[in-house]
C-alpha cells in the first residue's frame, strides 16, 4: 500500500504570494491532518479534515486554509506569505482520526525569500 | 495551554545500549500518547502508541511507559542500533475533541556511537 504523498517535495516562494501544498492519504484512510514543523515552534497542528469536513483547527492565522476532496485527497493553502511561513509542512493520515497513529508523508519544505 | 515537554534534547549512546528517552505531560486529560521517530529529510515515523488505561506497552525492541501520577512517558529502546539515530517526538491526543489534534513535544535528538 502507498504511503502518504506530498507534493510538491520542495517550494521557493516570494512574501505576500500565496501557496498550495498537495496531500494524497494512504488509500481508505479519511482523516487528513496538517503540522507546521520549524526549528523553533517544532510541530504544531494546523487542522484536520474528515470526510470533507474540517474537524480540528490549531491556532493559526485565517491565511492558512484547507479542504479535503471526496477522495479524502487534501490541499493546504497559504496566503500572503511571510518570511515566518518558512517551514516543513507535513500531512499525515489515519483511518478515521480518532486516538489512533497518524502515517505522515515526508512533507512540502517551503522556504519564503 | 497544555503542552508536552521533553527533559533532553540530546541523547548519546553506545551501540548496543539501552537508550532511554523521556516525555512530560501537563494535559492530565490526555487519553492516548504516542512515539515518532523523525530521521533528516523526512516525515515522522510512528514507533510505538499507549493508551491511558494502559502502564506499559511493548514492541520490538521498544517498549513505552506511562505514569500517569507524574504524567510521565518514557520510550525504551533496547540494544541501540546505529540506524537508531535521529529525532524522537512524543505526542498527546487530549480526548478534548473528537478526530485527531496531536500536541508534540520538543524531541530528543539520539545520537548512537559505534
Known amino acids: 500500500k502507498a504511503g502518504v504523498t506530498q507534493t510538491p517535495r520542495y517550494l521557493i516562494k516570494t512574501r505576500g504570494q500565496q501557496v498550495t501544498l498537495s496531500c494524497s492519504p494512504i488509500?481508505?484512510?479519511?482523516?487528513v491532518s496538517w503540522y507546521q514543523q520549524t526549528p523553533g515552534q517544532g510541530l504544531q497542528f494546523l487542522f484536520e479534515?474528515?470526510?470533507?469536513?474540517?474537524?480540528n483547527k490549531g491556532n493559526f492565522p485565517g491565511r492558512f486554509s484547507g479542504r479535503q476532496f471526496s477522495n479524502s485527497r487534501s490541499e493546504m493553502n497559504v496566503s500572503t506569505l511571510e518570511l515566518g511561513d518558512s517551514a516543513l509542512y507535513l500531512c499525515?493520515?489515519?483511518?478515521?482520526?480518532?486516538?489512533?497513529?497518524?502515517?505522515f508523508g515526508s512533507g512540502t519544505q517551503l522556504s519564503v525569500l | 495551554g497544555e503542552s508536552v515537554g521533553l527533559h533532553l534534547p540530546t541523547l548519546s549512546v553506545q551501540e548496543g545500549d539501552n537508550s532511554i528517552i523521556n516525555c512530560a505531560y501537563s494535559?492530565?486529560?490526555?487519553?492516548?500518547f504516542i512515539w515518532y521517530k523523525q530521521e533528516s529529510g523526512k516525515g515522522p515515523q510512528f514507533i510505538i502508541d499507549?493508551?491511558?488505561?494502559?502502564d506499559k506497552r511493548q514492541g520490538q525492541r521498544v517498549t513505552v511507559l506511562l505514569n500517569k501520577t507524574v504524567k510521565h512517558l518514557s520510550l525504551q529502546i533496547a540494544a541501540t542500533q546505529p540506524g537508531d539515530s535521529a529525532v524522537y517526538f512524543c505526542?498527546?491526543?487530549?480526548?478534548?475533541?473528537?478526530?485527531?489534534?496531536?500536541?508534540f513535544g520538543e524531541g530528543t535528538q539520539l545520537t548512537v556511537n559505534p
Open positions: 488509500s481508505g484512510h479519511r482523516s
Open positions: 505526542a498527546e491526543n487530549s480526548g478534548e475533541t473528537s478526530g485527531s489534534r496531536l500536541t
Open positions: 499507549i493508551r491511558s488505561n494502559m
Open positions: 479534515y474528515f470526510s470533507e469536513t474540517q474537524r
Open positions: 494535559n492530565s486529560a490526555s487519553d492516548y
Open positions: 499525515a493520515s489515519s483511518l478515521d482520526g480518532a486516538n489512533e497513529k497518524l502515517f
